[in-house]
Structure formats: C-alpha cells, structure tokens
C-alpha cells in the first residue's frame, strides 16, 4: 500500500461581528451546566449554589449563524429526543490562566446568542451509568452561535431577557440576570484549570423550558440587544 497522505485540517469556523468586514475565529467552546435555577428544578436537580461544573463543545460543534439567514440545522444521528437549549455565548478576546474575576471582563471580546442542542436520552443515559457528557452534547453543528456584537455594544444589558420560539410557539422565556454563576466568575473560575485563549467561547448556561426539536421545525433564539439567530431542523 502507498503511505498514507498527511491529512490537510479544514480551517477553523469563524463568527460573524455586527457592523464589521472581519470575522471571529472561534477556537473551542466551554459549557456550564445548571447555571439557572429553573432549569435545574426542571431537570430534576436542587438549584442551589453547587460548585459550577463544565462541559465541552468541540469545534466541529461550532456552527456559525449569519445575520438574517434561517440556517440549516441537521439533526444528528443515534438519538430521537433533541432539544434546544438557547444560551447567552461569551467571545474571548484575550485568554490567561488564574483571571481574577475584578478583571474577567476585560478579556471578553463581545456577546452573541446561541444553542447547547442536546441528545437529551444519551445525555441521560450517560448521567445514569456515571460517563462524560460529550456524546450527548457535542453532536457536530450541536453549538450553533450568531454574530457577535462587540462588549460596550449600547443595545445590550446584561439585565436583558433571553428568549427562544419554535414554530412560532414560545418555549423558553427568562432574564440572563437569573443566572447562579456570572460571567466574571465563570471565565475566573475557568482560567483555573485552563489556559483560556483568545477565540474561546463559553455558553453561560440555559434557562427553564428545554423541550425536543423534529426535522422541519423552525426555531428562533433572542437575546435583547443582540442578533437573533433563526434555524430550521433538517
């Protein structure tokens, strides 16, 4: 057999910026889980404040939205019980290791709305047997993320409401001030165990009303001040 060629790597997905020609490189997309309370409840956990933990999101995870676009979304193989689950995404400007969290805004670079779409039954079935969550929550195009507006952006709050549609029907609806675990203390508790770099993404966790998504539908995630992102199940 002739050897084997070295492989060529597809470039990295790149985000969209609001009002600018340049793009974001998206490097590697970090998860928090159970970060509102409500959610937790609906999951069945207590809400208290526990230890944060986290979960990964490859890049191939990693699914640019554009701007006014409805964009593919496939549903993956191996599951039949999908759901969204809309997110406030934080962009990494710059990284460090050990932030403190007086500075952890600092190297933020802006804000976007995004998905943790989820195999919830391999989620489940992962929590049962006591295993990593990835195969659950790290399906490819499982991070789908719109365009990032800058941090100082004037539209938005970090008070605002966060929000998500499917078909039109209202499914999830809070306030990202609900959160358990803030931005600063999420990227200073991070730089921790990682050395954060600038193109990291972290999902800040998701409010109450996660529910299954079917090929066809059509969901609509929104934060206030920032790019709606539009995709339909294919």
């Known amino acids: 057999m002739p050897p084997m060629p070295v492989p060529v790597l597809e470039p990295r997905p790149t985000l969209a910026i609001v009002g600018e020609k340049a793009r974001f490189p998206a490097r590697r997309g970090f998860c928090i889980g159970r970060n509102y309370a409500a959610h937790a409840r609906e ?14 999101k490859t890049l191939e995870a990693i699914l640019p939205v554009e701007v006014g676009i409805e964009t593919p979304l496939p549903y993956p193989s191996g599951t039949s019980d999908y759901h969204h689950e809309v997110e406030l995404v934080v962009a990494l400007g710059r990284g460090g290791r050990d932030i403190a969290e007086a500075d952890a805004m600092d190297h933020v670079f802006g804000f976007a709305v995004g998905l943790d779409m989820t195999r919830r039954d ?9 295993r990593p969550w990835e195969i659950g929550k790290s399906a490819d195009a499982s991070g789908p993320v719109g365009p990032i507006s800058r941090i100082g952006a004037p539209e938005f709050s970090l008070a605002g409401s966060i929000r998500l549609t499917t078909d039109g029907v209202e499914k999830q609806n809070s ?28 999902f800040t966790g998701t409010p109450e009303g996660v529910s299954a998504v079917d090929r066809g539908q059509v969901m609509v995630g929104s934060i206030d001040g920032l790019e709606s992102i539009r995709l339909k199940v294919v």
């Open 43 to 56: 999951m069945g956990h207590d809400p208290n404040r526990e230890p944060p933990f986290f979960f990964m």
């Open 175 to 202: 306030v990202l001030a609900a959160m358990i675990w803030s931005i600063p203390e999420q990227i200073a508790i991070l730089s921790r165990y990682f050395e954060l770099r600038a193109g990291d993404l972290i």
């Open 122 to 130: 391999l989620q489940g079935e992962a929590k049962k047997l006591g």
